[in-house]
């Protein structure tokens, strides 16, 4: 089953480390990255805001643990967002194209 997989980052060299790596390795078909991204959330009991950047990953199901620990590898947060939603419908081609990028 294809997924999406939002990961955010500090920084937008980190964004394109952590892409590059995905892709490079098999664990991602194509990753996007959005960048800058302002980001407000509750850290250590406190309200905070920063810029980030955001990554768009699309896998596999099968390989997302192995992504999700490369990530955690190559990340620099205490706690990174990494998120997989599942993918209901889309261009059968282009489903298929990502089935087949990732091992």
Same mark, same amino acid.
């Given at each position: 089953?294809?997924?999406?997989? #939002?990961?955010?980052?500090? %920084?937008? @060299?980190?964004? +394109?480390?952590i892409?590059?790596?995905? $892709?490079? +390795? @098999?664990?991602?078909?194509? =990753?996007n990255?959005?960048?800058?991204?302002?980001?407000? /959330?509750?850290? @250590? %009991?406190? $309200?905070?805001?920063?810029?980030?950047?955001? #990554?768009?990953? @699309?896998?596999?199901?099968?390989?997302?643990?192995?992504?999700?620990?490369? $990530? #955690?590898?190559?990340? *620099? /947060?205490?706690?990174?967002?990494?998120?997989?939603? +599942?993918? *209901?419908?889309? #261009?059968?081609?282009?489903? %298929?194209? =990502?089935?087949?990028? $990732?091992?």
């Amino acid at each position: 089953m294809s997924i999406v997989s #939002l990961i955010t980052v500090g %920084d937008r @060299k980190e964004a +394109e480390e952590i892409a590059r790596r995905l $892709v490079e +390795e @098999k664990l991602a078909a194509c =990753v996007n990255i959005i960048s800058p991204v302002r980001s407000i /959330y509750r850290w @250590k %009991d406190r $309200v905070e805001e920063s810029g980030e950047s955001m #990554l768009i990953a @699309k896998t596999e199901q099968r390989v997302f643990e192995r992504m999700k620990r490369r $990530v #955690l590898e190559l990340h *620099s /947060y205490e706690v990174p967002e990494i998120i997989a939603l +599942e993918i *209901s419908g889309g #261009l059968k081609s282009y489903l %298929d194209w =990502v089935s087949s990028s $990732v091992e």
